[in-house]
């Protein structure tokens, strides 16, 4: 049964202000002639012009509020009725103007006394402020002949006594209208503004492409808009379920088409009963002329139908294939995956099924919450695998098709068990469908996916390069893959700020796309980078419906936003856990194993790391996967890390300064940060503090502020732990192997014959090593390196 539409809460409160207090927007045009018109002295009278609806009383008052006549100006309403009234424009204050009201017949002055009239608002309205004094005649209606004799009358004395006049209007039948009256017509407004509107007066997000359907079917008028979202759910609004227009037309359209309706001939109303009422973007993909006002052709099938006997019922499609396709590609995922599923069992279509399971992978989402089958039922055969990747796949050599199908099985047998037997094999296959023509945006996506947890992330960019170009007929599912595959190379880059890009775009879609694992992940990584922000919580959403390939890929996002943050130990958990369930994350496996040993490193004393960390090298990284530039570096970054050889300086040092491959600057900044930790929890503090004071500043210059609340907590939590530190990394190789003889018991001549020097020799550089280490003589030199020792102490 058909739902009338409703006023939404938030504008209902307002009926009798006629839309006084909506926002306006896309009207800076119009609101520049308006204020022109009210500050300037040429003696004309402005007829604003428009639909009901349209927003002709809020735009002209938020135009005299903006040039200063709050205050100053006054509202006429109901003019034609036998009720007139004054008010102010914030509509506090009234005044009854039924004496002046406009007469049926107008022919002369005399039938008319508009000094009266204005004698009368002026004495109400008393000084009124310094602004422009503007009469506002609203709710004019029909602008008829005699109208618009009582509007010039009403002008002339207006004039002289310094008033401006302004009036709204539905139509005009005055033909010609006097050289003394300019028109301003208000047209519909568009998707942007009209978005904006509607997010002012509901309490949640609406998808872009139902924006543009309510948009189409209020042809731009504000009002009808609002009054169409009242009728629709929120999950319609969002787009997670379809929706196809409405089927009975609210009071506010009926008001607004009036006029329109009662114009028309017989033939007309037949013509426009029968005009098509589909899917606006069906309207623009097929170019199929469609009527200019949808709703007024609604008002005529209801006429027509009524006049037959019954009102006709657009029709909204079935349950079959077709509509399931549509749900799928339109990301509605409210009605699935019961009826997708279902549908691609009961008639095996190789295109459903590669919808499905291109929905499946794209939003990560495991379905295992609804017993309807198997992802890829029996029955389908292996050409499915065909519109996973391409939209015309007869025009694909057999070589790539044969390539689509072994990537397909590859990655679907990782979704469920998370191992990938042959990477080489993937490899090869993915570089040759890659330069194939004709892809579809899901399955790209999907390949960026793959490409990046090989670690191939100079291979995912060159693929949404390559397939970027705009093409026709993208449906809502490729377009969010396409941003959610560029979230994840952003991501994969450490550009934080465009993860935040490409999600947004994502969610202006499709606003449930935030709620996603994937992009809840990719945010919570991004806002740690870019603001500091904490994790908040480390729930998933719709708990046991994600595959576990996700939940792994969660857990990485979230540890690395731990790690930015300076909270090690968390992170060290989250990253467990994300190796556990997915070996091939997409942020590849090197930056997320060193991301663990990093967090592993600044959560655990000095020496007690070994085996735990030494275990994360297994099993090994092939040396394809670490070719890119940024993933030598982390690879640099990790062996530094797990380097025990008494030296960790030189490590970093090579790490840092001469790499494999030159660094981003989300690299170096890591390189800096693990550096200034590692050389802090060893007594390095000066070494800390230079290379953290470094990765400040880069910070800062490349938007990644985030990262100083880590650096923040983790120089505080030394701080209270145990003060500046001693400075055991700052001494050099002669002096630490002194260090060590002499904390062993020997004496400064057996320490001299060890070292083959001279014993002032020896007691000299003792001397810099205590003055160093903040200490005074031997016996505090054993007593700090009993509480504190360093880890090349400890392992000597």
């Known amino acids: ?79 034609c009725s036998s009720r007139p009234s004054a008010h102010d424009l914030d509509n506090n204050r009234r005044i009854d103007l039924s004496a002046w009201s406009v007469p049926e017949h107008l022919e002369h002055d005399a039938d008319f006394d508009a000094a009266g009239f204005l004698r009368a608002i002026s004495v109400w309205a008393g000084d009124g402020g310094s602004g422009p004094r503007v009469l506002f005649v609203d709710d004019v209606g029909v602008l008829t002949p005699e109208r618009a004799r009582w509007l010039q009358y009403l002008a002339d004395e207006a004039y002289g006594q310094d008033w401006r006049v302004i009036a709204a209007v539905r139509s005009i039948t005055v033909d010609p209208l006097s050289d003394d009256v300019e028109v301003l017509d208000l047209g519909p407004i568009d998707r942007m503004p009209l978005r904006r509107v509607l997010a002012a007066e509901l309490s949640f997000p609406v998808a872009a492409d139902v924006v543009e359907h309510l948009r189409w079917w209020s042809a731009g008028n504000p009002r009808l808009a609002l009054e169409l979202a009242g009728s629709l759910s929120a999950a319609e609004l969002r787009g997670d379920v379809s929706w196809a227009g409405p089927e009975t037309v609210g009071s506010a359209a009926r008001r607004a088409y009036r006029a329109m309706l009662a114009g028309l001939d017989p033939a007309t109303m037949t013509a426009l009963a029968a005009a098509p009422l589909g899917d606006v973007s069906v309207v623009r993909r097929e170019g199929r002329s469609t009527v200019r006002h949808p709703l007024l052709a609604l008002l005529c099938r209801e006429v027509c139908g009524a006049a037959d006997g019954g009102t006709p019922v657009p029709d909204r499609g079935g349950a079959g294939p077709g509509a399931v396709a549509a749900m799928l590609d339109g990301l509605h995922l409210d009605e699935l995956p019961a009826r997708a599923w279902a549908a691609v069992a009961a008639a095996p279509d190789p295109y459903l099924a590669a919808r499905a399971v291109g929905v499946s992978l794209l939003t990560g989402r495991a379905w295992r919450d609804h017993l309807d089958g198997p992802l890829v039922p029996d029955g389908v055969g292996p050409g499915w695998t065909d519109h996973l990747w391409w939209r015309e796949p007869a025009a694909v050599g057999e070589a790539a098709r044969a390539a689509g199908v072994r990537v397909a099985e590859a990655l679907l047998g990782l979704e469920d068990t998370g191992d990938l037997p042959d990477p080489v094999a993937l490899r090869a296959d993915l570089r040759q469908i890659g330069p194939t023509p004709g892809q579809d945006w899901v399955g790209v996506g999907i390949q960026v996916r793959a490409l990046l947890a090989l670690g191939d992330v100079v291979g995912a960019r060159g693929l949404l390069a390559d397939h970027s170009g705009a093409t026709p007929g993208r449906t809502v599912a490729e377009i969010v893959a396409r941003d959610v595959a560029a979230a994840r190379v952003a991501a994969f880059d450490g550009r934080a700020a465009d993860v935040r890009t490409h999600l947004a775009h994502a969610t202006e879609l499709r606003p449930s796309v935030e709620e996603w694992l994937p992009a809840r992940g990719m945010r919570v990584s991004a806002d740690a980078v870019v603001d500091g922000t904490a994790p908040a919580s480390t729930m998933p959403a719709q708990a046991g419906s994600w595959s576990a390939r996700v939940l792994g890929e969660y857990a990485a996002d979230l540890g690395a936003a731990h790690l930015v943050v300076g909270q090690a130990e968390g992170a060290v958990a989250l990253l467990t856990i994300a190796l556990e369930h997915c070996a091939w994350p997409y942020r590849g496996r090197v930056q997320v194993r060193c991301d663990l040993v990093e967090a592993v ?171 160093t280490l903040g200490i005074r003589d031997r016996r505090d030199l054993v007593r700090l390196a009993e509480t504190r020792p360093p880890a090349w102490l400890a392992g000597g």
Request: glycine letters at 10%; proline letters at 7%; charged letters at 20%.
């Open 1 to 79: 049964m058909a739902v009338p539409p409703a006023v939404p809460p938030a504008w209902a409160s307002q009926a009798g202000s006629r839309g006084r207090d909506l926002v306006v927007h896309g009207r800076d045009r119009e609101l520049r002639v308006i204020g022109h018109f009210a500050t300037d002295l040429d003696p004309t009278v402005l007829v604003v012009r428009g639909l009901s609806g349209i927003g002709k009383t809020s735009t002209v008052l938020h135009a005299l509020k903006q040039v200063g006549a709050g205050s100053s100006a006054v509202r006429v309403v109901r003019p």
């Open 601 to 771: 490193m600044a959560s655990t004393p000095p020496g007690n790391v070994g085996p735990r960390a030494q275990r994360l090298l297994d099993p090994p990284v092939a040396p394809e996967e670490r070719s890119a530039p940024d993933v030598a570096a982390a690879y640099c970054r990790l062996n530094a890390l797990l380097a025990d050889d008494g030296t960790p300086s030189a490590a970093f040092e090579a790490a840092l300064h001469t790499p494999a491959a030159p660094m981003s600057p989300w690299q170096r900044v890591r390189m800096l940060v693990a550096y200034g930790r590692y050389a802090v929890t060893r007594g390095g503090r000066s070494t800390g503090d230079a290379m953290l004071d470094e990765a400040r500043t880069l910070v800062r210059l490349a938007g990644m502020a985030g990262w100083l609340r880590g650096i923040d907590a983790f120089l505080a939590d030394a701080d209270a732990s145990g003060g500046t530190g001693p400075e055991w990394e700052v001494l050099g190789r002669h002096e630490r192997e002194m260090v060590k003889l002499a904390v062993h018991g020997a004496t400064n001549s057996q320490i001299a014959q060890a070292t083959f020097v001279s014993e002032r020799t020896v007691v000299n550089r003792l001397r810099r090593a205590y003055a």
